[in-house]
């Protein structure tokens, strides 16, 4: 399998599995980023999304994605974000210190409309635009 499946253009690319649950999308985008790690020298994160019970519980969990990401990231523990925008502005100087492509995972995402666009930061595309 080659990078060329998330697109052989410089920059952020997107791929988007979905379908019912318990048809193999994890399975997949498991396969998929072990294959491709060695395309990634920046390295592959994989963070999972616990299923909020209600949208007002949306934020809690989103921000304790962020924790994750921000923990591999960085190679330490760190407290978790104060909000989901923290957690942005946090994610986003993570992002910007890595200077090789990386992979970011996220599983499991809500069906709440634009979870995943709340939790990574507004403009990733610039930040990551040499990866």
Do not use: C
């Amino acid at each position: 399998m080659q990078r060329k499946l998330l697109g052989d253009r410089k920059g952020v690319r997107g791929l988007l599995l979905h379908g019912m649950g318990g048809v193999g999308k994890s399975t997949l985008a498991e396969r998929v980023s072990t294959e491709l790690k060695s395309s990634f020298p920046g390295g592959v994160f994989w963070v999972t999304i616990a299923r909020p019970a209600s949208h007002s519980e949306l934020a809690g969990k989103l921000i304790d994605a962020q924790q994750v990401l921000l923990q591999q990231l960085n190679d330490q523990a760190l407290h978790p974000p104060e909000s989901v925008s923290y957690g942005q502005r946090q994610l986003e100087v993570a992002l910007k210190q890595k200077q090789q492509a990386l992979l970011l995972v996220i599983d499991n995402v809500p069906e709440f409309d634009g979870s995943v666009r709340q939790m990574l930061p507004d403009d990733l595309g610039s930040i990551l635009a040499d990866g």
